[in-house]
């Protein structure tokens, strides 16, 4: 989003205007990239516990290289990694540089999480994942975050709305993600931010139940009610 401010590139760019993909795949947006709405099916990053680990750049490549060459399926909103892994060589080729150490030195959003780093124990790399912050950072960014009217976004199910990395629900900012291995051991990020501004973060590590994953939800909901 920042690169679009700055005029680096526009959302309505194709993914073929900057990586002169040929098929179908190459009709995506960046705005549909961002938004999930690529068409872009299966994911093939979450195909067992090995397919979450993109820490190979052959693995990468090659299935960036696969996608060149789907089909485009249903364009509604389908979260898949794959949209960051081509966003990612998009944003390398617009910027002519590594876009992940582009975006720790220049997007001023991110000079907030000062902890901000490569995850321990995880070994993906780039836009896909493989990067940790403290509690308190992904607060203040939770905090700092002003999505625009103009943002793209598309309806996610259940009340949501996904934009640019970002999940509203109920005028509301939410971010949620969680990763449990096979192992037992597993590390996850929960923030939120009302509509007034207050935000609050919790990570935690292990994998809880149904149960302790509803006790969380209903002790945030709390925590950002409107009085």
Known sequence: MHAAQQGVLDLADSVRDHLGWEGPAGDATLGDLLTHTSGYRPDRTQRGLLGRWLHEPA????????????????????????????????????????SVEWCLDEVPALRV???LGRADGYDAVGLAGGLAVSTPDLAAFMHALSPAADWPKAPAGDGAIYGPGIVMVDGRLIHRGAMCLLTGWGHAAIAARDSKGYAIAVTYTGCPDEAAEAALQAILDAAIRED
């Open 59 to 98: 693995r990468i490549e090659a299935m960036i290289a696969k996608r060149a060459t789907s089909e485009r399926g249903d364009r509604a909103y389908f979260y898949n990694n794959e949209n960051y892994l081509v966003l990612e060589a998009v944003l390398d080729a617009a910027l002519d540089t590594p």
């Open 113 to 115: 999480m000062p902890s």
